[in-house]
């Protein structure tokens, strides 16, 4: 394996070994007549496993008494069953069949982060046996709706983080400025993931699913370098001020992309944000893209400007192709505070 295909390639996934394992263990417990629900998923089947990696089965009991959850070895290998009551299911079926997140109602994005690991392992995880029922249950939890509303989380979530470091900027905090662009970036990178239909939850493959998708693969080494070159302890604040400034301008660039490109359809392809402008102004980097659904806007920490989609791709590729923003858009944008000059050098100035 040499080294580009060991960065790059597609992860550890679940072999035949490990399909055997879970089935013996499907045997031993009784049979699939013992389940009303049996869903193979986790990162084995997502692609994403390590050596350490438990087969998880998640299971709804007939009798409604929940299993052991201890991890037993078939064959040296780990299996977990994982218990779902009834009445979680129903509430996922019901809370995940359909995307409702408008402006002045975003109660459903509440709603997915205590349930987003539980919702997206049945949404894309392997039905292997199931009731009537509890299969339309499982149906019910949609891998798009919830693709969606990750999408939606994410870039809510880069917007308070790039706000945190507008602010430390502000108030030259260093530690702030570097925490909250770098915690952007991490988030404006799932966000890519979700509008590319990749949507896992996971504390350690976040890289590992960025490398292997396709349309992102050329944009994970940049990625990759912003999130590791950060400024030593006590560097010049001039230095940190410029490396959050870079930081924030890909993480907006991204997540905004992601935004407009990954909404209706998913996402083929997100290039890297442009070296330098093409004209006499940048676009703001404290500025994204948002949207819940069809309502679009342009926000920013103080800011926040609805508009459509034409808009918004005129603004975001201002800096790359000016031309493309309708005579005397580039003005009026400069004067909302949506664009910088280019000969500005205090790097505060936004």
């Known amino acids: 394996m040499n080294v580009t295909t060991r960065w790059t390639g597609p992860g550890q996934g679940l072999t035949d070994r490990h399909e055997k394992a879970a089935w013996a263990l499907i045997e031993q417990s009784g049979g699939l007549g013992t389940f009303d629900l049996v869903v193979l998923a986790g990162s084995l089947p997502a692609g994403l496993g390590h050596g ?42 019901k809370t995940f069949d359909a995307y409702t997140v408008v402006p002045e109602e975003r109660s459903q994005l509440l709603a997915l982060r205590p349930w987003a690991k539980l919702a997206t392992r049945l949404a894309y995880g392997r ?21 969606l509303l990750t999408l939606t989380d994410s870039s809510r979530m880069v917007g308070r983080l790039v706000e945190d470091a507008a602010g430390a900027l502000l108030t030259a905090d260093p530690l702030i400025a570097l925490h909250a662009s770098h915690e952007a970036l991490r988030y404006a990178a799932e966000g890519l993931l979700a509008a590319c239909g990749d949507v896992f939850v996971s504390d350690s493959a976040h890289w590992r699913r960025l490398a292997r998708v396709p349309g992102l693969a050329d944009l994970v080494p940049f990625l990759w370098g912003l999130s590791t070159e950060a400024p030593p302890w006590d560097a010049a604040w001039t230095d940190v001020q410029a ?26 392809r997100c290039a890297p944000p442009p070296a330098g402008p093409a004209g006499p102004y ?23 400007f609805r508009c459509n989609d034409a808009t918004a791709r005129a603004w975001l590729g201002a800096d790359m192709d000016p031309a493309g923003v309708p005579a005397g858009g580039i003005e009026r944008l400069h004067q909302m505070g949506l664009l910088v000059p280019s000969d500005t050098t205090d790097p505060e100035r936004r």
């Open 52 to 93: 350490h990696s438990d087969v998880d089965l998640f299971v709804i009991p007939a009798d409604g008494r929940p299993l052991s959850e201890r991890v037993r070895f078939v064959d040296g290998v780990p299996v977990q069953l994982n218990n779902i009551r009834r009445e979680d299911l129903e509430l996922l079926a």
């Open 282 to 304: 940048y676009r703001n980097p404290f500025f994204q893209v948002l949207r819940f659904g069809d309502a679009i806007a342009i926000v920013g920490p103080d800011k926040a």
């Open 243 to 268: 490396h959050v400034r870079r930081v924030v301008a890909a993480t907006t660039h991204v997540v905004s992309h992601a935004q407009l490109d990954g909404w209706t359809a998913r996402m083929t």
């Open 127 to 147: 039905l292997v046996h199931a009731t009537a029922e509890c299969g339309d249950l499982v149906r019910r939890c949609r891998p798009d709706v919830l693709r």
